[in-house]
T-cell receptor, first 114, second 115 residues
């Protein structure tokens, strides 16, 4: 079955430090992959997505992600985090010929230390 | 422009009651999705509409859950004989035409609590 796994439930990073959030997928073919952010009281907002082409994808708010087929990973990165980046981050996937709804990971809660 | 809106924002009901949750998608979006997010979990897909028809309802957990979109815009998720396990945040999303690479825009959700 298709799945998306986020191994880290919580991540704590100091403000200004770099960030990497992990995401692994299990799909038969190259899936469509997404990163969403959910802040308290806010709806889910798309940060970036990948479905073909350049494996390094740039998103909003200074985020990027790299698709690595050999590792079945789509990790999210940011070179320098800001206190406003504290939120819940979800990786999601969609198979080319499968069900039409996104399959989400359980999320990673990002805490920013001053 | 207006985003996806959902009403009510919060709903408290008693076990066994019937509830309706409403979603108003972005104007002109033909694709509409419902998800359910339980505490500490990622959203779980329930159903996908393309226009007025349910194109994929594979995520509905059982026959107590039903959704409609009669005019191809507003959608209502209906839950009969609610159970405590139905307590969750119900999210609605819409996209322009349902293409697999399209961005799904999410509403703020309806928080349902079944007592």
């Amino acid at each position: 079955a298709q799945s998306v796994t986020q191994p880290d439930i919580h991540i704590t990073v100091s403000e200004g430090a770099s960030l990497e959030l992990r995401c692994n997928y299990s799909y038969g073919a190259t899936p469509y992959l997404f990163w969403y952010v959910q802040s308290p009281g806010q709806g889910l907002q798309l940060l970036l997505k990948y479905f073909s082409g350049d494996t390094l994808v740039q998103g909003i708010k200074g985020f990027e992600a790299e698709f690595k087929r050999s590792q079945s990973s789509f990790n999210l990165r940011k070179p320098s985090v800001h206190w406003s980046d504290a939120a819940e981050y979800f990786c999601a996937g969609l198979e080319g010929g499968g069900a039409d709804g996104l399959t989400f990971g359980k999320g990673t809660h990002l805490i920013i230390q001053p | 422009g207006a985003g996806v809106s959902q009403t009510p924002s919060n709903k408290v009901t008693e076990k066994g009651k019937y509830v309706e949750l409403r979603c108003d998608p972005i104007s002109g979006h033909t694709a509409l999705y419902w998800y359910r997010q339980s505490l500490g979990q990622g959203p779980e897909f329930l159903i996908y509409f393309q226009g007025t028809g349910a194109a994929d309802d594979s995520g509905l957990p059982n026959d107590r859950f039903f959704a409609v979109r009669p005019e191809g815009s507003v959608s209502t998720l209906k839950i009969q004989r609610t159970e405590r396990g139905d307590s969750a945040v119900y999210l609605c999303a819409s996209s322009s035409s349902g293409g697999r690479g399209e961005t799904q825009y999410f509403g703020p959700g309806t928080r349902l609590l079944v007592l």
